[in-house]
T-cell receptor
Framework: AQSVSQHNHHVILSEAASLELGCNYS??????LFWYVQYPGQHLQLLLK??????LVKGIKGFEAEFIKSKFSFNLRKPSVQWSDTAEYFC?????????????FGTGTRLLVSP | NAGVTQTPKFRVLKTGQSMTLLCAQD?????MYWYRQDPGMGLRLIHY???????AKGEVPDGYNVSRLKKQNFLLGLESAAPSQTSVYFC??????????????FGPGTRLTVT
């Protein structure tokens, strides 16, 4: 069974600081990887996803993530955060392939960006 | 195109009461899901459906029942609410994978408090 670890539960940054949120997964096969964001009081929205190909994935709002297969990691990065990036970020993984595969979420990282 | 909608947005129940949460999607998605979100635990899958008339148990199904009588609707029922079911409930939907990939689209959530 897959599992996802997000080691940073709370992160506090000042505007313009760089961001890196860790995500490690446990699964021996090929995976699909996702980062979702939940702004205060809102539903989850997809930031970016990796299915295959270039391991460096670019998403919305200047976010990117790098899949490092040897490290089972899919860390989220942003060069310069803004106050509006204050949100909770969830990494998720499922097994690649056809048919239904459960999406497993990490416990989330709450990011607070101070102006 | 409303995407995924949920009703109600908020509800307070007394222990032992019953209620039904309604999820509707207008994207013609085959798959639908119910999650609960609790602090520090991320999202956990309660039940899911891979098509009209079919449902299956997820990670935390106890105390919940579901029905998918119409493709666009997925109902989550609590027959006898317990304080442990105090949570935020999210519905999601997605296309099925056909050798490719998919992403889940989330509703705005229902905040349920059981006293």
């Amino acid at each position: 069974a897959q599992s996802v670890s997000q080691h940073n539960h709370h992160v506090i940054l000042s505007e313009a600081a760089s961001l890196e949120l860790g995500c490690n997964y446990s699964y021996g096969g090929t995976v699909n990887l996702f980062w979702y964001v939940q702004y205060p009081g809102q539903h989850l929205q997809l930031l970016l996803k990796y299915f295959s190909g270039d391991p460096l994935v670019k998403g919305i709002k200047g976010f990117e993530a790098e899949f490092i297969k040897s490290k089972f990691s899919f860390n989220l990065r942003k060069p310069s955060v803004q106050w509006s990036d204050t949100a909770e970020y969830f990494c998720a993984v499922n097994a690649a392939g056809t048919g239904f595969q459960k999406l497993v979420f990490g416990t989330g990282t709450r990011l607070l960006v101070s102006p | 195109n409303a995407g995924v909608t949920q009703t109600p947005k908020f509800r307070v129940l007394k222990t032992g009461q019953s209620m039904t949460l309604l999820c509707a999607q207008d994207m013609n998605h085959e798959y639908m899901y119910w999650y609960r979100q609790d602090p520090g635990m991320g999202l956990r899958l309660i039940h899911y459906s891979v098509g009209e008339g079919t449902t299956a148990k997820g990670e935390v199904p106890d105390g919940y029942n579901v029905s998918r009588l119409k493709k666009q609707n997925f109902l989550l029922g609590l027959e006898s609410a317990a304080p442990s079911q105090t949570s935020v409930y999210f519905c999601a939907s997605s296309y099925p994978r056909t050798g490719g990939t998919y992403e889940q689209y989330f509703g705005p959530g229902t905040r349920l408090t059981v006293t």
